[in-house]
């Protein structure tokens, strides 16, 4: 019920009337002025409210006489009526019915009842209700209340103090209540700006209101007391205490921040009054060192830690709420309550700082102030990072100084080794409190101190225990711990403050900046940077004391829960820094995580490097330094696990704990739940749980899943149950964390990949000197990352890839490359397989880019990777080989990256993936690739590891051109496409197009690369691949060669078929000689292929033979090139000097070439023939309608044109009829003459010098071809075939003939030497003269001058009977003295040849003999001069038949040569002929050669028959025409008829032949002969007649001398018989009588003249003396002659008659 309600009013009325009359009756006795007073109180109060509608007003106006009567009761001073009176007026004071006046008058009168000591407790209840029921106390009034309240504190009476203190807290609370209200009230109205307060006088505010002046005196007066200085306000004070002073100070402080922040005066006491009160209070506390007398510093000081304790609390309160007004003062208590921290100060000390830390440490925003205010400003105290470090230091001497007693001061800093090796932590979930009980106490234990944790308040709240210890005056003992604990919970919440705040800001700013990003798209976001700093200068100020601390703690830790605080604290911190992007600390956090993962003292570089860097940082604290504590190794923790530690070095095992399993979560937590922050840190990370796996025997397993197995070596790994359950876990969690490195970023994933790298390479630096099992933790977690990153694989591929290929491929350790090659070919798969998108056919750079590693595999020297690699094409090209695209080139590129030094397994497999290439994907590649394909099968071709392989990639080459000329138009289309967009390309680049062959089109360049590759093979060492390479690189030019376009031939023959002939040529020349003794294995060799040179021949003899059928057959193609002509020489060029080899098998091909290129016959359109014949079929084969060449049906001519016109775009151009082909034609023959002039000369030139044994012969069989190819050449050149030429062809023929052979190779070309049979190189002779002399024949006259010289060249022929010819200075055996297996050279037998030659020579004269030039150049003369060797040599010439030959043809020549030679004879032009006849018949009639002496009778007629003929032909062919032959001639053979008339016998015949042998036949016709002419009527000069008589005399003459002789010598020699020879003689001369008388007589008398007559007649008597001769054939010859002169016996005639005619 209110109290101006009409009820309360009369209530009030009834009561105050009641009491007024209660009073009255208690003083009726005693006090009788008092019971006036009352009784006129109670009219008046009638009075009031009889007359006043507002009672209670009226009641408050005349309030001084209504209080009157209690106030005089009161003054009675007697407790009853004091009490009644002091009641009533307290329910006045309630109803607020008291005026100023009547307080003011209340006051006093309680005043002096304290001053009697009465009613204490009623007055301060009475005080009470009138200061908090209204208003109407203010300045000295109040200021005497509230005296009056403080005079009744300091009593004796202790309910009575406490009563008062309360009292006083309750009053000045409401003095600043009412101020509070009032400030309420007045907030509408506007004030001038008060002066600025610069008056000394406190005690005049002039510019405050009332109640803000009275809580201004007030407040300013307790300071006065605190300070122990007189009050200005507090009149009347007699005593006062610090403590409580302190106590209400810091109530009002507390309770109303507002009115200090708000007004000026107020804020202006707190700095000039409160600040410098405390800092002195202070000061004992600073100077005071633990044991020394503390000195107090007024007499009225108390004990010393009440006062202090209450400072702290002020100090609390002041930072709190006045941090912004009194920045520098709080400077100087922060500075304090850091110090008050040292391990000097006394306990209790230490313990009550301790505790106003942790109040700090719960308020993240007032922390976050400090940082602002003092850390971050220059020449400031770095209060923050102090109060931290404070903390840390106090933790770290409570380690060290484990007694709380009066212990000497430590003054040792707070430091353990030196070393700046750290403790470790982790985070995990689930913090909170940490319970203690007795049995498991929770505790820290380090280096021996064991330190209780006790439970000192919720997380986040700072209850205080000592700083509520108001009511001590002693300082109190603190349990063990209690300090710890408190440090520590202090620790967390700073943490959990700083992280949650910041936290809570950043996701702000990054939800701002998204907002930002959405709606201005284009621009960026910029944070407000004065933020960041601070955050980021909050971290690095409290870093480094926070990590030492926790590191220390988490190393003394024995209590599991504790553990995980303080790993979560070190977790948050970390992913803090990480976010804010302070490299150091986070980096320093992890570590400490990481090393209290692994056993102490554990070896880890990465960690020990990062550590290194922060030893140094030993900070100061107030001077004093303190450093980061190195751990202790001798926790008391459960060992789990026994290990392996990861060293190149064999060590020892080393011991996980509990706790380490415990770290090492939180390490997986952080890089799970942070792996975005990470950054750099994630080596630190990778490389510890490295270890812990290596510890654990983790190995990786299929896809990079670490899975439990054993440790491979030394002492196993021990684990116990408890770990091995966690192991799975370990491992899924292991697993998880990779796969979650898919939500990372693209910057931390790149940190994630780098780290791993640098892992690896650790690992393989460790690996690389040993081969002890590697660590391959980093290479399968590569694996892993790139296997869940697919989506985004093109950022991390390069340093993935680049690493796996550089480093671990190539490492030396077998394991560790062959996990490197997994790991890299594993990406390569699954990437390929992925459905990326787009999809990689159409994002041809990613698919270059991801198979760009598999190229670069080929870099590798190690054959296991290779090996890899190539299985891993091969697996790619079964699963995607359809889809590769624009990858073929790279692939290609990995099967052909063989070399010959990489074995034969890596070749074999590499070969495998080129033959389902071949076989399967030709079509599903580029066409552009198709060249690769090529080039990739050629390299194989070239390898010589394995031949098979190399013979079958010639085949694989052979179905590539199938594959090209069976898909021929669509490979045109693409290529040309492409070739188009390559030629803008350059164009736009101002480049030229660079490919190989370049003018040619694209499709054409194909087959070139593949011919080059043929080529190239071609001249391979090994024979089979050559042979290979050959037979089908002219094959596919033969099969395909249609398909090129004509200028592309011109390469074809230039590039391909010139430069191999051009190679095997060189190869050929420098082969080596030395025999081959095997093929490899136990393949025998044959004796003609056992050295390289005859290998290489060989392969000569092919690609000749190939490049020479190309002529021909495409001879029609290639003569449309512009330089046919300079090919066609460069051809001849190679034939020659092929020919000219000293390798009959090469010489011999050459020659076959030669041959083959001359069987062409100029290609005329017209006929289907010509065409054939250009392609190489013999025109022979061809009839009109139907034609079939070797070994395959041809087409209609007309579709063959068609073929061959295919790819020249238009027809082709029938060559003009007429002068032009026909000039360039000859020009080809005449090349090809020169060629096979210069052939002929170099290959029959015998050699100069003396020859050596081995010196080269060439062949016959060569020879002979050469020969041959004379007549098919001759056709062509014919036309223009002059002397000249025709010398040089004689030349030519007779060294040839004159060549000797080998003589194990006679028995194959030599008949026995008995039979004339002619070799087949003397064939081609003739018939190459005998071609020669068709076509002259033939030919027009002006041929004809030739005749002479070839019957000049078949005359030498001729005389190789007589005189076989000489091979330079060659010694030459007689075959049948040569011995068949030494290298010995025969001559042939030239006897057949020669007679075959005179054979011609007679045929061709017979022909010839009336030719102008026959007669000019005296042939005639010749051929006699020719035939006169074997005529004179007779029967020693080397064959019987020779001479025998050479008469016939003597007689058969003259009998046609001597009637042109008649005819001629004015001319002259045989003038010199007649004496070479002449000696001709006498060498031969009169041989100087005696027959054989076997030679028989019929064989000795035979021949004396042959000498009759010679005669018979004197008589009838010259003789008869002696008008017309020269007279010396004619003398010549006078004196040879004569001589052979006479006759002289050889001296070795027997009697028994002697008849025969004197050759009487002949001499019988030669005198016949003689006496014929002699007596012939035809005589026509008398010049003549007397020739033939002179003749005729001399024989007459010679007979009469041997008669004589012979006579005489029989009478002289009696008895004894004559000598055979004269006998014979004079039977001869008988004989020849007897002719000569048989002549006479059939002679017309007329014409034998008389002196011959009287010579006869003459011989008569001397022929009568002969008749006494002894020898009967002497006597029956002798009757012989006697007997014809009875025909001239006759009786004398007249004189007259006889005449001297």
């Known amino acids: 019920m209110s109290i101006s309600s009409p009820e309360a009013v009369k209530k009030l009325l009834e009561n105050m009337q009641t009491d007024l009359r209660s009073l009255s009756m208690e003083c009726k006795k005693k006090f009788p002025p008092v019971k006036e007073a009352a009784e006129s109180g109670i009219v008046k109060i009638k009075t009031i409210a009889a007359r006043n509608t507002d009672i209670l007003a009226a009641l408050k106006e005349n309030s001084l006489e209504v209080v009157q009567p209690f106030l005089m009761g009161c003054g009675t001073k007697e407790p009853k009526i004091t009490q009644l009176c002091l009641a009533a007026i307290q329910r006045l004071m309630s109803h607020e019915v008291v005026s100023e006046a009547a307080a003011g008058n209340i006051i006093n009168m309680l005043w002096q009842l304290m001053e009697n000591g009465l009613e204490e407790l009623k007055l301060l209840q009475t005080v009470l209700v009138l200061l908090t029921t209204n208003t109407v106390v203010h300045d000295e009034v109040l200021s005497k209340a509230i005296v009056l309240c403080f005079r009744l504190h300091f009593t004796k009476d202790n309910i009575t103090n406490n009563t008062a203190a309360a009292t006083v807290r309750q009053v000045v609370t409401v003095v600043f209540e009412r101020m509070v209200a009032e400030d309420e009230r007045c907030k509408g109205i506007v004030e001038h700006p008060p002066p600025v307060q610069g008056n000394t006088n406190r005690r005049s505010v002039s510019t405050l209101r009332p109640s803000a002046k009275d809580a201004y005196m007030l407040f300013q007066d307790l300071c006065q007391l605190v300070n122990a200085d007189a009050p200005y306000w507090l009149v009347g004070m007699t005593e006062m205490t610090r403590t409580f002073g302190l106590e209400l100070l810091e109530s009002v402080l507390n309770d109303f921040p507002g009115v200090f922040l708000q007004h000026q005066e107020f804020s202006f006491l707190l700095k000039e009054r409160v600040c410098p009160l405390v800092i002195k209070l202070f000061s004992p506390n600073i100077k005071f060192r633990q044991g020394s007398s503390a000195s107090s510093p007024a007499p009225v000081e108390k004990p010393y830690f009440p006062i202090c304790m209450r400072l702290l609390r002020v100090v609390s309160v002041l930072i709190k709420h006045f941090y912004g007004l009194l920045v520098t003062e709080c400077e100087i208590f922060l500075s304090l309550l850091v110090k008050f921290l040292d391990g000097e100060k006394p306990q209790w000390l230490r313990a009550v700082a301790v505790e106003s830390v942790h109040r700090l440490c719960v308020q993240p925003h007032l922390l976050r102030s400090f940082c602002q205010s003092y850390d971050m400003k220059q020449h400031s105290t770095k209060v923050f990072r102090d109060i931290v470090n404070a903390l840390g230091s106090f933790i770290q001497s409570l380690f060290i100084v484990p007694n709380a007693g009066n212990s000497t001061a430590v003054s040792a800093p707070a430091g353990g080794s030196g070393s700046g090796g750290q403790g470790a932590a982790q985070g995990g979930p689930g913090a909170g409190g940490v319970s203690g009980n007795l049995t498991t106490q929770a505790a820290f234990e380090y280096r021996g101190n064991w330190i209780p944790l006790m439970t000192v308040s919720v997380q986040g709240s700072a209850k205080a225990t000592y700083l509520e210890m108001l009511d001590k005056v002693e300082p109190p003992s603190i349990p063990e711990g209690y300090a710890m604990s408190v440090a520590f919970s202090a620790l967390l919440d700073l943490v959990r403050g700083i992280t949650s705040m910041i936290e809570r800001e950043l996701a702000v700013e990054e939800e701002a900046a998204a907002e930002f990003r959405d709606t201005h798209p284009d621009q960026q976001w910029q944070p407000q940077p004065g933020v960041h700093l601070v955050w980021e200068e909050m971290v690095s100020a409290c870093w480094c004391g926070l990590l030492a601390a926790l590191s220390l703690l988490l190393d003394a830790s024995t209590d599991e829960t504790a553990t995980e605080n303080i790993l979560k604290a070190e977790l948050t911190m970390a992913s803090l820094c990480g976010r804010l992007g302070l490299v150091t600390p986070r980096d320093a956090f992890i570590t400490a995580i990481c090393k209290a993962s692994l056993p102490p003292h554990y070896a880890l570089t990465v960690l020990s490097s990062n550590a290194a860097n922060l030893s140094g940082k030993a900070y100061s604290i107030q001077g004093q330094s303190v450093q980061i504590i190195s751990p202790s190794s001798e926790s008391h923790q459960q060992v789990v ?254 099967i052909g990256a063989i070399r010959n030094d990489q074995g034969e397994s890596l070749i074999r497999t590499a070969f495998q993936c080129l033959q389902l290439v071949v076989t399967d994907f030709l079509p599903a590649m580029p066409c552009t690739c198709l060249q690769i394909v090529v080039d990739v099968a050629g390299s194989f071709g070239l390898q010589n590891q394995e031949l098979n392989i190399s013979l079958t990639s010639i085949g694989l080459l052979w179905n590539i051109s199938d594959y090209f000329f069976q898909r021929g138009e669509a490979i045109i289309q693409e290529l040309e496409r492409e070739e188009e967009a390559l030629q803008k390309q350059a164009q736009e680049k101002g480049e030229t197009l660079n490919r190989p062959f370049h003018p040619a089109p694209p499709f054409d360049c194909l087959w070139l690369c593949l011919y080059a590759k043929l080529g190239e093979m071609c001249v391979d060492p090994r024979p089979a691949v050559r042979k290979s390479a050959g037979q089908t690189l002219f094959s596919t030019i033969a099969a395909h060669g249609t398909l090129l376009q004509q200028p592309t031939w011109h390469i074809v023959v230039w590039k391909v078929l010139f430069q191999l002939l051009g190679c095997v040529r060189t190869s050929s020349t420098t082969a080596d000689k030395e025999k081959i003794e095997s093929g490899g294995g136990n393949i025998l060799i044959h004796h003609s292929r056992d050295t390289a040179e005859k290998q290489w021949a060989e392969t000569w003899v092919l690609t000749l033979a190939g490049v020479a059928r190309i002529f021909n057959t495409r001879r029609y193609l290639l003569q449309q090139l512009g330089d046919f002509f300079e090919a066609w020489e460069v051809l001849l060029n190679h034939i020659q000097s092929a020919a000219l080899s000293k390798n009959n098998e090469v010489s011999l091909a050459a020659l076959k070439s030669f041959q083959e290129i001359l069987q062409i016959v100029t290609p005329v359109r017209d006929s289907a023939g010509d065409t054939f014949a250009a392609m190489g079929v013999p025109p022979v084969l061809i009839d009109p309608f139907s034609a079939s060449g070797p070994g395959r049906p041809l087409v209609r001519s007309d579709s063959l044109v068609e073929r061959l016109t295919r790819y020249n775009g238009a027809e082709l151009q029938a060559p003009p009829p007429g002068e032009e082909s026909a000039l360039e034609d000859s020009a080809l023959w005449w090349s090809a003459w020169n060629t096979w002039y210069r052939t002929g000369t170099d290959s029959t030139r015998p050699p100069s010098g003396p020859t050596e044994k081995f010196s080269f012969i060439p062949s016959q069989p060569f020879l002979t071809a050469l020969i041959q190819i004379f007549p098919a050449l001759y056709q062509h050149i014919k036309a223009n075939f002059s002397m000249e030429d025709l010398k040089k062809l004689g030349v030519i023929l007779h060294g040839a003939v004159s060549v000797p052979i080998s003589s194990d190779a006679s028995p194959f070309i030599l008949p026995s030497y008995t039979e004339a049979v002619l070799t087949s190189l003397q064939e081609a002779v003739l018939t190459a003269l005998d071609v020669l002399q068709k076509a002259i024949c033939v030919g027009p006259e002006n041929l004809q001058i030739m005749y002479p010289a070839i019957f000049e060249q078949l005359l030498l022929f001729v005389e190789f009977s007589c005189k076989p010819p000489q091979y330079g200075r060659m010694e030459t055996k007689h075959v049948a003295n040569a011995k068949y297996n030494q290298a010995e050279w025969v001559a042939l037998n030239y006897v057949p040849f020669a007679e075959r030659s005179l054979e011609v020579v007679l045929d061709l004269y017979h022909k010839t003999a009336c030719h102008k030039a026959v007669i000019n150049e005296k042939v005639l003369q010749n051929i ?278």
């Open 1424 to 1701: 006699i001069k020719t035939l006169r060797m074997p005529l004179g040599l007779k029967y020693s010439c080397p064959s019987e038949s020779t001479w025998k030959l050479a008469v016939s043809s003597l007689l058969k020549v003259l009998s046609i040569g001597l009637p042109v030679a008649r005819q001629h004879a004015l001319s002259g032009k045989f003038d010199t002929m007649w004496p070479e006849l002449a000696n001709a018949f006498e060498d031969f009639l009169f041989t100087k050669s005696t027959p054989p002496d076997n030679m028989s009778i019929q064989e000795f007629q035979k021949n004396e028959a042959v000498d009759v003929e010679v005669v018979q032909l004197i008589s009838t062919e010259i003789l008869p025409f002696a008008n017309f032959i020269p007279k010396d001639f004619v003398g010549q053979i006078m004196t040879m008829l004569n001589r052979g008339s006479i006759h002289s016998q050889s001296a070795s015949f027997t009697e028994a032949e002697i008849d025969v042998r004197m050759r009487e036949d002949f001499s019988k016709v030669c005198f016949e002969t003689l006496l014929q002419f002699s007596f012939s009527n035809k005589v026509s000069t008398p010049q003549e007649g007397y020739i033939s008589r002179m003749a005729l005399s001399v024989l007459l003459k010679r007979s009469q001398d041997v008669l004589r002789r012979y006579v005489e010598d029989e009478r002289l020699s009696g008895r004894c018989p004559l000598p055979r020879q004269q006998v014979t003689e004079i039977i001869f001369v008988l004989k020849a009588i007897s002719t000569l008388m048989d002549s006479l007589k059939k002679t017309q008398p007329e014409n034998v003249d008389g002196n011959t007559w009287a010579q006869v007649i003459a011989l008569y008597p001397t022929l009568v003396e002969c008749i006494t001769c002894s020898s009967p054939e002497v006597s029956s010859a002798l009757k012989e002659a006697l007997g014809p002169f009875k025909d001239f016996m006759q009786p004398p005639v007249s004189r007259v008659q006889n005449g001297e005619s």
């Open 641 to 894: 696990a026994v290990g392996q530690p990861l060293t190149s070095q064999p060590q020892g095992t080393v011991v996980l704990t509990a706790k380490n399993i415990q770290c090492m979560r939180t390490l997986l937590n952080l890089a799970h739940c942070h792996g975005a922050v990470l950054g750099t840190s994630w080596q630190l990370v990778l490389a510890t749980l490295q270890h812990l796996v290596w510890i654990l025997g983790l190995k990786p397993g299929l896809g990079g899943a670490l899975k439990p197995g054993r440790a491979v070596e030394g002492p196993s790994t021990v684990l116990t149950t408890a770990v091995m359950t966690d192991l799975p876990v370990i491992s899924n969690i292991l697993s998880r964390l990779f796969e979650s490195s898919q939500y990372l970023d693209d910057v931390s994933l790149h940190h994630l990949i780098n780290a791993l790298c640098s892992l690896s390479l650790e690992a393989m630096e460790m690996a690389s000197g040993n081969n002890k099992e590697p660590s391959l933790f980093a290479v399968a977690k590569l694996l892993e990352t790139g296997l869940v990153n697919m989506d985004r694989i093109e950022i991390l591929w390069r340093p993935l890839t680049g690493h796996l290929l550089e480093k671990v491929c190539q490492h030396p350790n077998s394991r560790m490359r062959e996990w490197g090659a997994e790991a890299l070919t594993a990406l390569i798969k699954a990437s390929l397989a992925y459905k990326h998108d787009p999809p990689l056919a159409e994002n041809p750079r990613l698919q270059l880019l991801l198979l760009n590693p598999l190229k670069e595999l080929s870099n590798v020297l190690h054959a296991d990777i290779r090996q890899k690699q190539l299985e891993s094409v091969l697996q790619i090209l079964q699963s995607q080989g359809d889809s590769l695209g624009p990858g073929w080139p790279l692939v290609l590129g990995v």
